[in-house]
């Protein structure tokens, strides 16, 4: 977090207290309330006295990365999902949040002594600040204890594995590069770790890279058409010794690994086989087939020495004894949950599986597994918050509309709509929740049956912004094709007919807002104008100044008079993909294309204005709304999938 001074080219014209930005070279004239004091565009604005604090991480990132959930001895679990590591305990619904990273989190581990995590991340926006590198940390204080590989490693972190033979004093890390190089790092040495040795491990795609439990030195890798087994000799030398399928079928993918007890290594594979190396050995001692209808996600040897065996296509997890005899159990996971990701046994018989569609599961074998975490699985735009309520909705590309509790943290309900989602709105009153699609259809749901109650179609391009007017009697509809529908809403929400369409904007409609009296409609597009439009006319107003008195019920174009400084210097006009005022009208949110939540003092006329600035979303940031009693702000991350809620001080 910290002030960050944001200035960009303006002119201010003080005869008419207008101010010209200049977006991308192109001219915006704004102009700013006639009882307005002149303005001097040098002073630069302080940020605010309130900030934020990460209180909140929904989702989980299992639809893409494996190895990636523990349980620790204080309770809780820890995942990753944008660029924040969770740590969550279930039981008592308490998150805290490791934010070290800079971008997005690619795998986990954690060490012997279960109190130390080392996390490994991809490459950022700033190519300087945000270079894949490991980091490894206290999952009690949160403290920073060694950043790895920053300038060594090409692309991204996608395997981390400490020693655990010796007590955890090495660390191996597998780079995501051309040559997914393998580097092991004597991680204590100082901040930065020690490279004792690296090596290309393979021209495929590697998969999984664990220590063996019991030998020292000795590594095992696994991915695209291969397992293989490593010794770090005595000159800190890796050596490589392919597996030995021999006549056995070499499958595409080897996709996990484990250790039972003797210290045999168990992989799972692309054809649904589990295959045992016995230790010390290259060559294939026993193939099981089958076990999987598709590739074998997970394995792992639980305590009593039992072998659970987790498919990602068929979802089903099966329980063998420790010589992976006949199949003792098995259970199948509820098909909209996604198959099984990775496994990990929690306390007593519990389990907690991750899946294929970002969810965290928990509960065991024999009385089944409800969700503790659910999330969404593609890009992320639409999120409302409720007008009255501590309540939230959001909806995305993958057809899911979820509607969430912002104080026990909970997903009400999730519902399948059949349309990519890009953007949501609740009625004035609550009463109804509306859904704008990349097609062009647009939905209104009732947030308590959750029935779909009327369907529309304007345009064949994506509705990129719904607002209801204060007075609930009209709904506002952006499009990417330029236009902007209104419609008359009656019966309470669930019966609309279009007034007409506001014709004048020469690229897509990002943002719009409705005035306080719900007479008029402003709007920003694609090539950063601002238009001003009657609401039951659908005509532009074409004079700005006859409008520049009028109150605004919201703030969520980002180009308006009151937002300047919300701006940086050189700023693309898409830039910001969202804005938000707080309904108390002293703060101003936005979200960027960098992974940015900003907060600044409303308002932010002056050019130059220091904000708050926070991370924790690894991808643009789609959209920040603040809650009805302002008491948080809820943000959007589009392909991190992530939902955070921070809560405002």
Known sequence: MSFTPITHTCQYNEEDGSMRMFLRGRPVILYGPSDKDPLDPAKVAPPPQNKLKLEWVYGYRGKDCRSNLYLLPTGEIVYFVAAVVVLFNVEEQCQRHYTGHTDDVKCLAVHPNKLIIASGQCAGH?????????????????????????????????????????????????????????????????????????????????????????????????????????????TNMLYKRMGIFETRDKPKYVTCLAFNHNGDVLSGDSSGNITVWARGTNTAARLVRGVHDGAVFSLAALKDGAVLSAGGKDGRLVLFDAHLHAPLRETVIEGH?????????????????GTTKNCILHGDLELGFSPAVLGHVDELWG??????????????????????????????????????????????????????????????YDPHSREMLTQHHDGSEPIQTIQYSPDNKMVALGSRDNFIYVYRVDDNGSRYSRLGKCLGHSSYITHLDWSEDSQYIRSNSGDYELLFWNATTCRQVTSPTSVRDVTWSTNTCPITYNTIGVWPENADGTDINSCTRSHDSRLVATGDDFGKVKLFAYPVTQPKSLCHQYGGHSSHVTCVRFAADDSRLLSAGGLDTAVMQWLRD
């Not at 300087?128 to 300038?151: C, E, F, K, M, Y």
């Not at 060594?152 to 997914?180: K, N």
């Not at 590697?206 to 087994?229: M, S, W, Y």
């Not at 309520?389 to 519902?415: C, E, I, M, N, Y």
């Open 126 to 234: 700033d190519r300087l600040d945000a270079r894949p590198h490991v980091r490894v940390w206290n999952s009690v204080s949160l403290a920073t204890l060694a950043v790895i590989g920053a300038g060594q490693m090409e692309r991204s972190v996608s395997c981390i594995t400490f020693s655990r033979a010796d007590g955890g004093t090495l660390l191996a890390a597998v780079d995501d590069g051309p040559d997914h190089t393998i580097s092991v790092w004597e991680w204590q040495r100082h901040d930065k770790g020690h490279c004792l040795t690296e090596t290309k491990c393979s021209v495929d795609t590697v998969v999984a890279a664990e220590f063996h439990p019991l030998d020292r030195n000795q590594i095992v890798t696994c991915g695209k058409n291969h397992i293989a087994f490593w010794t770090l000799d005595q």
């Open 337 to 353: 949950y996604g198959g099984v990701r990775v496994v990990a046994e929690g306390r007593g018989s519990q389990l907690y599986i």
């Open 383 to 444: 999120l409302a918050c409720h007008p009255m309520l501590p309540q939230f909705v959001t909806a995305g590309w993958d057809r899911l509309l979820q509607l969430w509790d912002g104080l026990s943290h909970s997903t009400v309900w999730s519902k399948d709509i059949e349309e990519r989602a890009q953007c949501c709105a609740w009625s004035t009153d609550g009463g109804v929740i509306a859904v704008g699609c990349l097609s062009g259809k647009w939905m209104v």
